[in-house]
């Protein structure tokens, strides 16, 4: 560990059948890691397991889509032509 950040250097990888485990490096500030004990405590829960729930959660919420917003509406003043009568169009049209 080192002062103000614990750090773990374990980098394998372990094979057991088609599963694949990687453990990996990460800074975590010391008021985080204590947080994070304290609650994998509480819930009986190792500290790895709440990691891998709060980062599968987050990933998920992000491929989540929900409604999307109505689009703008514009006044854009009344038509100036009936598109149907094309001798008025073309008069229009012409000016």
Same mark, same amino acid.
């Given at each position: 560990?080192?002062?103000?950040?614990?750090?773990?250097?374990?980098?394998?990888?372990?094979?057991?059948?088609?599963?694949?485990?990687?453990?990996?490096?990460?800074?975590? %500030?010391?008021?985080?890691?204590?947080?994070?004990?304290?609650?994998?405590?509480?819930?009986?829960?190792?500290? %790895?397991?709440?990691?891998?729930?709060?980062?599968?959660?987050?990933?998920? %919420?992000?491929?989540?889509?929900?409604?999307?917003?109505?689009?703008?509406?514009?006044?854009?003043?009344?038509?100036?032509?009936?598109?149907?009568?094309?001798?008025?169009?073309?008069?229009?049209?012409?000016?």
């Amino acid at each position: 560990m080192t002062a103000g950040n614990a750090t773990r250097r374990l980098t394998y990888r372990h094979l057991i059948g088609v599963i694949v485990c990687m453990k990996t490096a990460r800074v975590i %500030s010391d008021a985080l890691m204590e947080r994070l004990r304290r609650e994998a405590a509480r819930q009986g829960r190792t500290m %790895s397991e709440l990691v891998e729930k709060a980062l599968r959660a987050m990933f998920q %919420s992000r491929g989540k889509t929900g409604r999307l917003p109505p689009l703008p509406e514009f006044s854009m003043g009344g038509g100036r032509v009936n598109v149907a009568d094309r001798e008025v169009l073309y008069e229009v049209m012409e000016r």
